[in-house]
């Protein structure tokens, strides 16, 4: 019912930035939650941010103060600025939204980091 389109992934060396996009095709009025996972190979998907309708924000211990999670509800979209970008960090994200009962999942973008 909800589709999530990202975009903004690609190769970074450690210390860079990226910022990643994921627009909805549904109205932000019916979202309540939108955010971001991510799953590095060989290891189980992990909550990166969260961000709900009315601005509440929710990070992950690991990215706190070098990932921002924004929330534009005019264009129906969510953005994760990623700065400080470590090796560690590479992995495909996966952008999410909470309509009532059900969570959408977007199909993932690539986040490499390497020298």
């Known amino acids: 019912q909800v589709q999530l389109v990202e975009s903004g992934g690609g190769l970074v060396q450690p210390g860079g930035s990226l910022r990643l996009s994921c627009a909805a095709s549904?109205?932000?009025?019916?979202?309540?939650?939108m955010g971001w996972y991510r799953q590095a190979p060989g290891k189980q998907r992990e909550l990166v941010a969260t961000?709900?309708?009315?601005?509440?924000?929710n990070y992950a211990d690991s990215v706190k103060g070098r990932f921002t999670i924004s929330r534009d509800n005019a264009k129906n979209t969510v953005y994760l600025q990623m700065n400080s970008l470590q090796p560690e960090d590479a992995a495909a994200y996966y952008c999410?939204?909470?309509?009532?009962?059900?969570?959408?999942w977007g199909q993932g973008t690539q986040v490499t980091v390497s020298s």
């Open positions: 999410v939204a909470n309509v009532g009962a059900r969570n959408y």
């Open positions: 549904e109205s932000s009025a019916t979202i309540y939650t």
């Open positions: 961000i709900t309708r009315g601005g509440s924000i």
